[in-house]
């Protein structure tokens, strides 16, 4: 049995940020596949897992994690890997972490959903979460004009947070070179040793034959 184990699935760009995470980090984690599209979250049996109904949930021994800021913190703290070097430099990450959840996975991974999964076609809701979406992206490249990474001069949880919907920009029709800075620091992402991107490193993706567990 594998030390970590990990409740996610092969679409959600949140479950992606913390397998990303254990997959840098060279942790010894399984996946555990919720069949979001048909229901599992929201089942009685998911809901003594996560109360929240959402993906992902991390189980390491005793602790069970919820929420992605929260999963990425921990595991920074108990890897020492892609954290804080100062009190300071913790403050910005967290910063960013927040801003992450509320202004740039919120709307990509909403729009994405709808755009993509849902086939709603172009709505009013649609391209308000697309202003939005762009608005956030123009915010980030601008942060990644003249620096490497969102905080400091190492990757960070930052990084691996922001990053979480940016690795399917053919599902929310974005071209990175409209955000040459977001573009370049995907690339810095993609050549730390370890990464796989969200459909070759978790489970319940079509093309699969079948979840693994």
Avoid at 29 to 44: C, I, L, M, T, Y
Avoid at 69 to 92: H, N
Wanted: proline share 4%; charged share 25%.
């Amino acid at each position: 049995m594998s030390e970590y184990t990990l409740y996610c699935f092969a679409q959600s760009g949140n479950a992606y940020k913390t397998a990303l995470m254990l997959e840098l980090c060279k942790l010894d984690w399984q996946a555990k596949f919720v069949d979001f599209f048909n229901g599992e979250a929201r089942s009685p049996d998911y809901r003594a897992i996560n109360e929240m109904g959402e993906v992902p949930v991390l189980l390491h021994g005793d602790a069970r994690l919820t929420q992605t800021g929260v999963i990425l913190d921990y595991l920074a703290g108990m890897t020492g890997r892609f954290g804080a070097k100062t009190p300071e430099e913790g403050r910005e990450i967290l910063r960013w972490l927040f801003w992450d959840n509320h202004k740039l996975t919120s709307y990509t991974a909403t729009y994405r959903f709808l755009i993509n999964f849902a086939q709603t076609g172009t709505t009013p809701v649609t391209q308000f979460l697309e202003q939005r979406m762009r608005t956030a992206f123009k915010v980030l490249d601008e942060r990644l004009e003249d620096r490497d990474w969102i905080v400091g001069t190492n990757a960070s949880i930052a990084d691996i947070s922001a990053c979480g919907y940016l690795f399917w920009p053919d599902e929310f029709g974005v071209d990175w070179r409209d955000y040459p800075g977001i573009g370049a620091w995907l690339e810095r992402i993609k050549a730390i040793d370890g990464w796989r991107a969200p459909y070759d490193l978790m489970p319940g993706h079509a093309d699969l034959e079948q979840p693994r567990d």
